[in-house]
């Protein structure tokens, strides 16, 4: 069965709870209990079984040997590690991207920071409730910046690992403010140049100053207790 824009059940499910993971609907450590999920998402266990093995390859859910599936856990270490791995991949993607981007790259990342810029604008002056458009716009400018690297499964593995990244900032509960929007600006800029060393040191900076303000926040623990 699929819904009105070609999406089956299973894979609505599949992004529903993808996507509270993310957004820290489900929290970390949490039991995800076929019966609890079977009312919460109205679908049935088989499909609830592969949505859990699904996420648990990408590091979103934890299978536990008689114990079942829970969400997986938020530590320093894995964030660090995430930020590292993140960074190892932009960073190649980014030199790939702004060797070979055209007129049409420029666009979208032009268009991508306009939005992104405008939400900015909103949280500065305190409206708090355009976090989550925020993650969504800053995701599309990330996005953009790398789309012509020229390697779809380049694309897909960061896809991946950014929505695990996102989720710490998300949890943190809390925007970076100015700076954030300051490296921002000053990546398009690099891009815009095609200053690949630049736009590097720059997601270099971004990123630990992003680790940095997760941990800071106190939500986080040091590492997964056993």
């Not at 079977?38 to 088989?46: A, D, H, I, L, N």
């Not at 690099?190 to 040191?201: C, F, K, T």
Request: net charge neutral; with cysteine; glycine share 8%.
């Amino acid at each position: 069965m699929t819904d009105l824009y070609g999406e089956t059940v299973g894979e609505a499910a599949f992004r529903r709870v993808r996507d509270d993971i993310v957004q820290g609907v489900l929290r970390p450590g949490d039991k995800l209990t076929l019966e609890r999920l079977k009312q919460q998402y109205s679908v049935g266990v088989g499909t609830l079984r592969e949505i859990l093995t699904r996420l648990s390859s990408e590091a979103f859910v934890i299978a536990e040997p008689q114990r079942g599936f829970e969400v997986a856990p938020a530590t320093a270490e894995d964030l660090r590690d995430l930020g590292a791995l993140r960074l190892l991949l932009e960073n190649h993607a980014l030199a790939l991207s702004f060797a070979a981007g055209d007129l049409e790259w420029e666009g979208r990342i032009v268009s991508a920071h306009h939005k992104l810029a405008a939400i900015e604008k909103r949280l500065l002056v305190g409206d708090s409730n355009r976090t989550l458009e925020w993650i969504r716009y800053d995701r599309d400018f990330h996005e953009s910046l790398i789309s012509a690297c020229g390697s779809p499964a380049l694309m897909n593995v960061h896809s991946s690992l950014f929505d695990r990244f996102v989720r710490y900032h998300m949890l943190a509960g809390s925007f970076r403010g100015k700076p954030v929007a300051d490296d921002h600006l000053a990546l398009l800029q690099a891009a815009l140049a095609r200053d690949a060393a630049e736009g590097q040191r720059l997601l270099a900076t971004h990123i630990n100053k992003g680790i940095e303000h997760v941990l800071a926040s106190g939500r986080i623990e040091p590492r997964r207790v056993l």
